[in-house]
């Protein structure tokens, strides 16, 4: 029986594969919500502890090389030991590393406890989309593995909007908030509840059928599959059977061709990875705060108008779970790079032209204040429908079963290298270039990635994993 009538012959339980698929994404929230919730600490972060501009750029990127080393080596962690209980590690690193970051001493122990949480996001972000991937049928597989990138600007949002609340009752992120502690220390410390409910919540869903598979536990695979799938799924397990169990198991060299060279599909997951991360997309949800103080709003306002750039991302990423099974993962891409080259080349020339003020620092008032406003939600939109879950979507996806998880863990690795890139070098980029140099910089990686997304992006809607 071929992969396309097992799809057809199939009644998928839909509920069932929704609740597992959105509990592995719960990875993805906390990935978001810890990425996020430095945004509105990082003020009086570098108050407290008096450091410099590339001292707070490295405080709050120095997490996104844990995230490198967590995606690096979750990917074969989880071939073998399995995916759930990558999942149950990564829930206790959360929690271990809200605590210490929210208790942290100085500088150096902050960024000792930041990796630490960042090596947790870094398997979350491996092993929700691999999972999810591995347990969705075909025709579900778009919009469930969407959910990781849905729970991320969840997760985003959450964590904006308790730095808004916090630093709102507290009178800053730098006063006292309850038992004395300042707010910005609270905001850390909110990120240990949600860690607890991810890991409660790893241990009650099934582990993979395709890991089963590899594992000799076939029995297990053919239970989890028919409550997944309904009916006779014994010519679906002989189909995976055949894709997984070849001669060893995966590991890095088998991401090298003959030619001992790096396999294309890597290299375009590689570049899909990168350029996720060259448009500037974490500057908005890292310094947004320190952007808009940068143009002359206060505190309040900045972290307002972060929060609502937190609700737009949260709105887009609806439209890509409604869009994606239907046209394809190619096409949102495309109009994702068209529309964010021209948001960013409009946000550059805008804060490119501002004037100084006596600081030295750039003003925008009027109707260059409105259009930056709009071109940046309007850019959030467009790497929201696209950018956002559809490279989630593709590195789940797009490689075989063979090499699927090592391929994912250096596509992975690769991105949070980028992203550290992008985001250590922002505060400097802002101190001695100015915003509209950055904004430049991201415009042209949008650009580029119009045609990448052209001549190397393959359509995998409606195909099964065992077809890639």
Not at 119 to 133: H, N
Not at 424 to 443: D, E, N, Q
């Amino acid at each position: 029986m071929s992969s396309q009538n097992t799809s057809i012959t199939h009644k998928p339980n839909t509920p069932y594969v929704v609740l597992i698929a959105t509990t592995a994404a719960l990875g993805g929230f906390l990935f978001g919500f810890d990425t996020a919730v430095v945004n509105g600490a990082v003020v009086a972060l570098s108050k407290a502890f008096n450091i410099s501009s590339w001292l707070t750029g490295l405080a709050v990127s120095l997490a996104l090389l844990g995230s490198a080393l967590g995606a690096f080596y979750s990917g074969p962690l989880a071939d073998r030991f399995g995916r759930v209980k990558v999942m149950v590690v990564a829930s206790g690193l959360f929690v271990i590393s809200g605590i210490g970051s929210g208790f942290a001493f100085n500088t150096w122990d902050f960024i000792g406890w930041r990796f630490l949480g960042g090596v947790a996001i870094g398997a979350a972000s491996v092993i929700a989309p691999a999972y999810i991937a591995e347990v969705a049928p075909a025709h579900l597989r778009g919009r469930l593995g969407s959910l990781q990138q849905l729970a991320i600007v969840v997760g985003i949002f959450i964590a904006l909007l308790s730095d808004y609340f916090i630093a709102v009752a507290a009178g800053s992120a730098a006063s006292a908030f309850w038992f004395g502690i300042p707010g910005w220390r609270w905001m850390f410390l909110t990120e240990v509840p949600p860690a607890v409910l991810y890991g409660i919540g790893a241990l009650m869903i099934p582990e993979s059928p395709r890991y089963l598979v590899a594992q000799h536990r076939e029995s297990e695979a053919t239970a989890i599959l028919g409550k997944i799938l309904g009916g006779d799924v014994r010519a679906k397990v002989a189909e995976i059977r055949q894709t997984v169990m070849r001669e060893h198991k995966a590991k890095l060299s088998d991401l090298l061709g003959r030619s001992g060279r790096l396999l294309p599909i890597v290299w375009v997951g590689i570049g899909l990875s990168v350029f996720q991360q060259l448009v500037g997309i974490n500057v908005i949800f890292y310094y947004s705060s320190v952007l808009w103080r940068a143009v002359g709003f206060s505190e309040k306002n900045s972290l307002t108008i972060t929060a609502i750039t937190g609700v737009v991302n949260i709105v887009t990423t609806f439209v890509a779970i409604a869009f994606v099974d239907k046209f394809g993962r190619k096409p949102l891409l495309l109009l994702g790079s068209i529309g964010m080259t021209i948001t960013l080349g409009t946000l550059a020339t805008t804060f490119g032209g501002a004037h100084l003020d006596a600081a030295g620092n750039p003003t925008l008032n009027g109707t260059a204040g409105i259009v930056a406003l709009l071109a940046a939600n309007i850019y959030v939109f467009c790497y929201g429908f696209s950018w956002g879950p559809v490279v989630w979507v593709l590195l789940g996806e797009m490689f075989n079963n063979k090499i699927r998880a090592a391929a994912l863990a250096v596509a992975a690795a690769v991105q949070w290298i980028a992203n550290f890139a992008v985001s250590t070098t922002f505060p400097p980029l802002l101190k001695y270039f100015g915003l509209g140099t950055a904004y430049g910089i991201y415009t042209l990686a949008a650009a580029i990635s119009i045609f990448f997304v052209a001549f190397f992006i393959r359509e995998t809607k409606g195909k099964e994993l065992e077809q890639m």
